[in-house]
């Protein structure tokens, strides 16, 4: 049974430039969000992707978008990078029960470096 | 305001003492639901336990336990004769469900070091 599965692993870009990670889901699982985790901090939510429409966002500028494709994989989108914006990306896969929560299974993370 | 505080920012055990990493949430939602997470050094979170906010019963799990009291908003976790491996970062989470759809709110973390 796969997991939940990220690429790249690291990443190294430069300011102003535009990045894209990726993820697969846990098998089975339909909801893709994705968390900003800096260093020596928790986890911060970003957004979810249910049916390929967001669902939910955090407090994140516009430059942070996504996309969910109908096999339910899905991409995070970064442009006009910043220093700011250096850290650990996680995306985390779960089932909707719709009105109940499930469980989030995160991947392994994708490591992003703005010189 | 912070949804989730861990108070602990890092924690030294020596190998075999019992351990309790404290989480004090906040949240005006009836329903909602808290999770326990480890974060090892190679980066990626794992899940240890999920609670519903209508089941105050404690959980054991082998030599992790849990208290979920909601008279004061804490979801603490004990392990019990700690071990080297249990060194890590550990998040508590909760999830408040909007529009059938859960946001998760992590805590800061508390590094646990269990030393031989």
């Known amino acids: 049974d796969a997991g939940v599965t990220q690429s790249p692993t690291h990443l190294i870009k430069t300011r102003g430039q535009q990045v894209t990670l990726r993820c697969s889901p846990k098998?089975?699982?339909?909801?893709v969000s994705w968390y900003q985790q800096a260093l020596g901090q928790g986890p911060q939510f970003i957004f979810q992707?249910?049916?390929?429409?967001?669902?939910q966002r955090g407090n994140f500028p516009d430059r942070f978008s996504g996309h969910q494709f109908p096999n339910y994989s899905s991409e995070l989108n970064v442009n006009a990078l910043l220093l700011g914006d250096s850290a650990l990306y996680l995306c985390?896969?779960?089932?909707?029960?719709?009105?109940?929560?499930?469980?989030?299974?995160f991947g392994p993370g994708t490591r992003l470096t703005v010189l | 305001a912070q949804k989730v505080t861990q108070a602990q920012t890092e924690i030294s055990v020596v190998e075999k003492e019992d351990v309790t990493l404290d989480c004090v949430y906040e949240?005006?939602?009836?329903?909602?639901?808290l999770f326990w997470y480890k974060q090892p050094p190679s980066g990626e979170l794992v899940f240890l336990i999920r609670r519903n906010s209508f089941d105050e019963q404690n959980e054991i799990s082998g030599r992790y336990s849990w208290n979920f009291q909601k008279s004061t908003s804490s979801f603490n976790f004990t392990i019990t004769a700690s071990q080297v491996v249990d060194s890590a970062v550990y998040f508590c989470a909760l999830s408040e469900a909007e529009n059938n759809f859960n946001k998760f709110y992590f805590g800061s973390g508390t590094k646990l070091n269990v030393k031989p």
């Open positions: 949240t005006r939602d009836t329903t909602y639901y």
């Open positions: 992707y249910y049916e390929e429409e967001e669902r």
């Open positions: 985390a896969s779960s089932l909707v029960r719709p009105p109940s929560t499930d469980t989030q299974y």
């Open positions: 098998s089975g699982h339909d909801t």
